[in-house]
């Protein structure tokens, strides 16, 4: 095995990113949500780079590019997403499908090497119009029905009518041929700052955790805020804030070592300066990758609210609104990437779970599914400040080619 | 004196508030915005019922109805306001209103008493457009450019093109004549439980607290809300609901023996539930009759803020938005209406402040001005469910218009 794979082009990756950061610019990052101009743009420029790498580029009736390969031998699937959250970081996305594109033009281009790696991105990763909606119909699991529903969360624009405006509108959704790729691999920003703290290079995904959502409700009685005394309030408001604060107080003692959780929005009812809330809500999420310990904290969180209504004033009632197994990622894909960092990035690698949700988890539903991570600068994503190093971008992709290189012919081995 | 005015009919006054209760009717209260269908209505059945009293009734380039009389000897200013917040209560202003209709009923067409009652009906008490933009105006402090600026808060609709709407543009505001009055009564349900739990008839206000409301701001750092593991956190949604506890748990050590403090909203930034909140913001009100009480508070409040900031992670900054003084009652006039209560209701009263903001606090600024409550059942005030006992309707009538005509006979009498 040659030490440095003369095919592998670090600058042309870095260029293919900052190409694609130029599309749809906001300060350092980018503002491209699903269907905007700047994504159709940017799946535009990828369906046009696919050729490089010997595949045909489709763009199918959800959204999705596809690049097939009529190269003989096994092929891998590799791929992630082009749209953006909105206003948010540049390689949330493009990273894992520009490491991709340049796997398919080293490998695919080389005669010596037998099979072919296939180049996704998935629409909407990012959720504006629903939950995975193109990795999702890519594994048959969206029905004609659910994209009737779906509606982009920030415009309340219908995916129909986006579909239609993106020329979309009446081609068919490609599905996974069974049987055709050996799995799946995805690249991503960690997201995090496991990696940049240890000085490492390599995140090896474990798993990618489930996540479950709460909306948690109290109820008490809503006054005039003048008028009524301190002493006979029920203020649902103050209630809630209590509960978050008992929530982070005893967590802890409950969660396991890298359980998450997160109140991401409050909403007092009515919402007026001048009156006592009589009804208060808040989403709240727990991420883990161990369903006992989400079965136990989701029992804590029950007898709190519980505990809460029998004490008189508020009451609280806990109701789960979203439930997303964990996902395991292929053990054998793992070695390849530890294997792969041993070689191009000096063994700087960690196994650890993804705490982001991802589009192989979709695909780990019909295949074999990996990921790796590269270093994330102070842990930013979601923000227009997220980046990552050139040289640690780089790195990642070498390890990512070389992956590629080792799952296609351990695979042609068999 | 006699024991009974034969002139006062408490079965009118009922039948005047049911008649206002029918137009715009809401379950068993009203829905009544301001300059909308059912308010214009009521508007109108005021000034057709104003003549019945003496009175010459006009509707100002504002939406106020101002009945004049020609009656010789001193006037008094008497009333309330005629629209409602949302869905809420049948007697919030309409009492007050009906009160001064009954009382200038009873006086003005009695030639043995010297002087009038003279009825207004104040818009938009209820803050839809504005703050007492009716009442501010009747005392000059109101600008062209205030209503410029001034949109319904529903809506959006701005009082321009509400006013116009109504037929009102163009038409003259009224302001006070200085000296015309020898000061302002106003009715009013109680809003709270005092007098119901005291089993009292009448609460004497002496004092219309003063609201100051604060926007409280934190700022900690947005990130995923997946992959930032707990320790490294600001969350500045947490940091809002522990400032929030810790409110609750010292102000009861610093405040006033009626002081009452309310969050009545909680926005958290950007909301969503895989996004730890980066910011977060309260709407904060105090309402106390003691500027000092508030001063305290207020300090108080700004040392828990650099506090806080101090501690590291996330920071808090206190800024004031509204200061409202607080209006003392005229004295000599809580003299009367105790006088009257103690000749019209068994002496069934108590001397009280006032939690919530009438338009008697801004009559003040010009004139003496009093109030009188009458029992709210439960407390119970915007919201549809409001009510005050039919006895204690016909009680507090009457002892208004006794408070009237003792007032009226005292300045004849100078």
């Known amino acids: 095995m040659p030490d440095v794979n003369p095919r592998f082009d670090g600058q042309r990756v870095l260029a293919d990113l900052n190409a694609l950061r130029a599309i749809g610019a906001f300060k350092t990052g980018v503002h491209k949500p699903t269907f ?23 763009i199918d009736g959800i959204g999705n590019v596809l690049g097939s390969s009529a190269k003989a031998g096994p092929k891998l699937l590799a791929g992630s997403h082009l749209e953006s959250q909105n206003q948010a970081g540049w390689l949330d996305g493009p990273l894992g499908v520009i490491y991709a594109l340049e796997a398919a033009r080293v ?14 991105a998935w629409c909407d990763e990012e959720g504006h119009f629903g939950q995975f909606l193109g990795s999702r119909s890519y594994v048959g699991a969206v029905t004609e029905a659910e994209i ?19 020329g979309f509108a009446g081609r068919p959704r490609l599905h996974a041929a069974p049987g055709r790729h050996i799995g799946y691999l995805e690249a991503h920003i960690e997201q995090g700052d496991t990696l940049e703290s240890g000085q490492l290079k390599i995140g090896v995904v474990t798993s990618i955790v489930g996540i479950w959502q709460y909306r948690i409700t109290f109820t ?16 649902a408001g103050l209630a809630l804030a209590r509960f978050c604060v008992a929530i982070d107080d005893s967590f802890p003692a409950v969660c396991g070592p890298r359980t998450v959780w997160t109140t991401g ?3 007092l009812d009515p919402g007026a300066p001048s009156i006592i809330p009589g009804r208060a809500e808040m989403l709240f999420q727990i991420r883990d990758d161990n369903p006992a310990v989400i ?23 806990v109701e789960r609104i979203r439930t997303g197994a ?12 530890e294997a792969a960092s041993a070689a191009r990035a000096d063994g700087k690698s960690v196994r650890m779970p993804s705490g982001a949700g991802h ?24 923000h227009w400040t997220e980046n990552t190093d050139d040289v640690d971008i780089v790195t990642g992709a070498d390890v990512y080619v070389e992956t590629c290189r080792r799952l296609l012919a351990g695979a042609a081995a068999r």
Do not use: Y
């Not at 940017?42 to 010997?54: N, T, V």
């Not at 904290?297 to 004490?311: C, G, N, P, S, V």
């Not at 979709?362 to 930013?380: K, Y």
């Open 265 to 267: 929005r409050i909403t």
């Open 36 to 58: 905007s101009e700047p994504h159709l743009r940017s799946l535009d420029w990828l369906a046009a780079r696919l050729p490089e790498a010997g595949l045909t580029a489709a």
């Open 359 to 382: 589009d192989a988890q979709i695909l780990a539903t019909i295949m074999p599914a990996a990921m790796l991570f590269v270093p994330s600068i102070g842990g930013i994503s979601h």
């Open 295 to 317: 079965a136990r904290l989701e029992e804590h969180l029950q007898r709190m609210a519980a505990e809460l209504t029998a004490r008189g004033g508020c009451s609280a009632a």
């Open 220 to 235: 008490g009685a809503q006054n005039h805020a003048g008028t009524t005394r301190m002493a006979i309030r029920k203020d």
């Open 107 to 120: 490998i695919n281009t080389d005669p010596s090497i037998d099979g072919a790696v296939e180049v996704a």
């Open 326 to 337: 964990p996902a395991m990622m292929h053990q054998p894909f793992q070695d390849a990437i």
């Open 148 to 166: 009737d529903a779906a509606r982009d969360r920030s415009s309340d624009c219908t995916m129909r009518q986006a579909l239609h405006d993106a």
